[in-house]
């Protein structure tokens, strides 16, 4: 088991050097001059001189990479060109609130696509499979963005009962784990979880129909095993696929917050990212998909890992 | 003694062995939900490539006086936007330039991704570990990250838009192509094939593409649903398609600031996207079941 954890987080070194240089390039590759947000139209040549220098930017691109991979190492992503604040701690205190976002939808998503899952693969081609099946293709088959606004349309503004945009007065810093907060929490939360909880069940009941219609499954009836025992058997060999799954949308909720975060005025990552996009905050840009996308290698590497250790059908050698 | 007359054997059924791919082609068009979507998908794109042809208002005329009039007004069916242009003209004609963002990167995609594949999967070795790798560092990005985070890179436009999902999708692609193309590189009648003295290039057209082509295209497909979600997202951010042009993306965000005067018609361009990409995911669906002759 070690050598095969070893060997797992050896072999990320390599896609998280990888994923650094993507970063890296993406702001290279962006047309017009990186300074263009914080110069004034009429800055001299010298003033965008000495900034080029000030950020680093007059130097050569492997360069420049060299040291803002080794600055990252320690830390330091730079200050954000719009606030000046230093990158790396507004992108964790936005990822905060992603976190708590992607927690909150996935505990929803999950326990609906599991629930589904398992009463559509165990009731095949029954009204209650077609039922589950339909939901979970509506799940993954919506724009989500769009349900966010359909969603605020009729429980903040026709129903007038949850807020719609943000995170309560106060902003995130004075978040509190009550009900006065708590609901600026529950729409976005609905509207992030539909996505997993239709991949989950769409995993889950393909799972559930394999796993019944293989021989042991015949031999546990025949032996006259309880049907929910048989049923135990079914979830303990379909686990592992399903968390494996589970892992890799959890990633995709954290990465892939920006358009609900965006619909509700969510203070995550993704409206971090937004911002960044549309000032051209280039080293806030950077910093805010580094991490993200290493949070996403991290969970993979976590997933993998776990699904090694809990499925003794992987090879672990 | 017996002996079969003629007009026994003129009495026997005829089967005629059909093809696989007749066989998949009967098997799906007997499927009631892949049918009805396919003639969905058909409508939708035959109004919208047909929109100048229909009698619409004009997509682009406002009208300060207008403005979010109800769905049901005289005239104005599914009333008219923030700027009282004619919702249902702007809802067909945003068709044309929503499927082409959502549905051109998969087919770009497919083009390469099929391509990387077929030869990364066929020559294997160093190039097969290559061009596997490289794909497993775009992996490392969820989807919708990756394609804001290119489109914000390149800036907003379609162009940009589209470049930025055919990456995003080229790596999906590439994968199960890999996979379908290793799976039948190994199989007896290519090793027939190649010891008969056919070449590289003639094993791959004939026997490799035939081949792998189908689960490609079905996977593909599925895709699509994603893309015209993620191309509508990016517009609707305000990364893709720039005013005034009729994108059910781009005017959901600009009906966004709507839901408080008329909310049923700011949320109708969602219901297109809705419509397009469900029914390509029933539709890829029934192909896959209509494909695995199996069961």
């Known amino acids: 088991m070690f050598s095969y954890v070893a060997r797992r987080v050896v072999y990320a070194i390599p896609i998280i050097l990888s994923v650094a240089l993507v970063c890296f390039l993406l702001v290279h590759i962006t047309p017009g001059d990186p300074l263009v947000a914080v110069l004034p ?7 965008a001189q000495q900034l080029r220098v000030a950020y680093g930017f007059d130097k050569p691109l492997p360069v420049q990479f060299g040291l803002w991979v080794w600055r990252a190492l320690h830390g330091d992503l730079g200050s954000s060109i719009a606030t000046g604040r230093p990158v790396l701690a507004e992108v964790l205190n936005a990822v905060r609130n992603t976190v708590m976002l992607a927690v909150f939808a996935a505990a929803i998503g999950f326990t609906l696509g599991l629930f589904f899952g398992l009463i559509a693969g165990y009731f095949r081609d029954t009204w209650v499979d077609k039922v589950a099946t339909s939901i979970a293709i509506a799940g993954v088959s919506v724009p989500h963005y769009w349900l966010g606004m359909v969603l605020v349309i009729i429980f903040s503004v026709q129903l007038n009962w949850l807020p719609a945009v943000g995170a309560g007065s106060g902003g995130s810093a004075a978040w509190a784990w009550d009900w006065e907060h ?18 989950v069940t769409r995993t889950v009941r393909a799972l559930t129909g394999d796993i019944l219609s293989q021989d042991f499954v015949e031999a546990l009836r025949a032996k006259g095993l309880q049907e929910f025992k048989v049923f135990r058997h079914v979830i303990k060999n379909a686990a592992p696929t399903a968390l494996a799954v589970m892992g890799l949308q959890l990633g995709y909720m954290l990465g892939g917050s920006i358009l609900i975060e965006t619909v509700f005025s969510w203070p ?11 000032q051209r905050d280039l080293p806030l840009l950077q910093g805010t998909i580094l991490v993200l996308a290493l949070f996403f290698v991290f ?12 499925d003794p059908r992987i090879k672990r050698a | 003694m017996t002996v079969i007359t003629d ?18 082609g009967r098997r799906i068009s007997r499927d009631k939900v892949s049918m009805a979507c396919a003639v969905i998908l058909l409508l939708i794109l035959l109004a919208a490539i047909f929109a100048p042809y229909l009698g619409l208002a004009d997509p682009y005329q406002g009208s300060m006086i207008r403005r979010l009039r109800a769905i049901g007004t005289p005239n104005y069916p599914l009333g008219t936007d923030e ?28 083009i390469i991704g099929t391509s990387l594949g077929l030869v990364a999967g066929y020559v294997g070795g160093k190039l097969n570990t290559a061009i596997m790798r490289t794909i497993d560092v775009f992996y490392a990005f969820p989807s919708v990250l990756l394609a804001i985070a290119i489109s914000g890179a390149l800036g907003a436009g379609i162009v940009n838009s589209i470049v930025s999902l ?29 010891a008969s003295g056919a070449d590289t290039f003639t094993i791959m057209r004939v026997h490799m593409l035939g081949n792998v082509l189908g689960s490609i295209f079905v996977y593909a497909t599925g895709l699509i649903s994603v893309s015209m979600i993620l191309a509508a997202g990016l517009s609707f951010l305000g990364l893709g398609t720039k005013p005034p042009e009729p994108e059910w993306g781009l005017m959901l965000n600009t009906l966004r600031t709507a839901i408080y005067v008329n909310p049923w018609v700011a949320a109708l361009p969602g219901v297109m996207i809705f419509a397009v990409s469900i029914c390509f995911n029933l539709l890829s669906d029934g192909m896959r079941s209509a494909m695995d002759i199996r069961n």
């Open chain 1, 41 to 47: 139209a009429d800055a001299s040549q010298e003033l």
């Open chain 1, 182 to 199: 708590m609901k600026y929490l529950i729409l976005p939360a609905v509207t992030t979880s539909v996505i997993p909880m239709g991949i």
């Open chain 1, 268 to 278: 995550g990552s993704g409206l971090l990212l937004n911002s960044a996009i549309f």
């Open chain 1, 299 to 310: 969970l993979n590497l976590l997933v993998d890992i776990a699904q090694a250790s809990i």
């Open chain 2, 7 to 24: 007009t026994a054997l003129q009495a026997a059924p005829v089967t005629k062995a059909r093809g696989y791919w007749a066989t998949v």
């Open chain 2, 83 to 110: 700027l009282g242009r004619d919702m249902l003209a702007r809802l067909i004609y945003g068709g044309r330039l929503s499927l082409l963002i959502g549905i051109l990167p998969v087919i770009l995609a497919f």
């Open chain 2, 166 to 194: 055919t990456i995003v999708f080229v790596p999906q692609i590439t994968r199960v192509a890999e996979s379908v193309t290793t799976g039948v590189r190994n199989m007896d009648y290519v090793e027939a094939a190649r």
